[in-house]
Nanobody, 115 residues
Framework: QVQLVESGGGLVQPGGSLRLSCAAS????????MGWYRQAPGKQRELVAT???????NYAESVKGRFTISRNNAKNTVYLQMNNLKPEDTAVYSC?????????WGQGTQVTVSS
């Protein structure tokens, strides 16, 4: 059974940084594409960033230049480094993967950007 467990969220001031982690199990992590999504209150879930098995990354326009997605295959973990955070980045952040044609989500971690 695939499990994704996020950590690293919290409260941060505008301009601050956070690093989210998503630990995966029950799959061959090194060959899986991984993604980070977020959902703000009253809004639809949106893609933040993705990384494929070869390390190619893709970002939403709103986070380009501020967020960095990376992976450590030895630790079965994908990261999201978030810098220069803005109040509009406030959301629940979740990681996602598709394994054997099924989609999986973590439980999410809350990120709140506020002074």
């Amino acid at each position: 059974q695939v499990q994704l467990v996020e950590s690293g969220g919290g409260l941060v001031q505008p301009g601050g940084s956070l690093r989210l982690s998503c630990a995966a199990s029950g799959m061959i992590f090194s060959i899986a594409a991984m993604g980070w999504y977020r959902q703000a209150p009253g809004k639809q879930r949106e893609l933040v960033a993705t990384i494929n098995s070869g390390g190619t990354t893709n970002y939403a326009e709103s986070v380009k230049g501020r967020f960095t997605i990376s992976r450590n295959n030895a630790k079965n973990t994908v990261y999201l480094q978030m810098n220069n955070l803005k109040p509009e980045d406030t959301a629940v952040y979740s990681c996602n993967t598709t394994w054997r044609q099924r989609g999986y989500w973590g439980q999410g971690t809350q990120v709140t950007v506020s002074s």
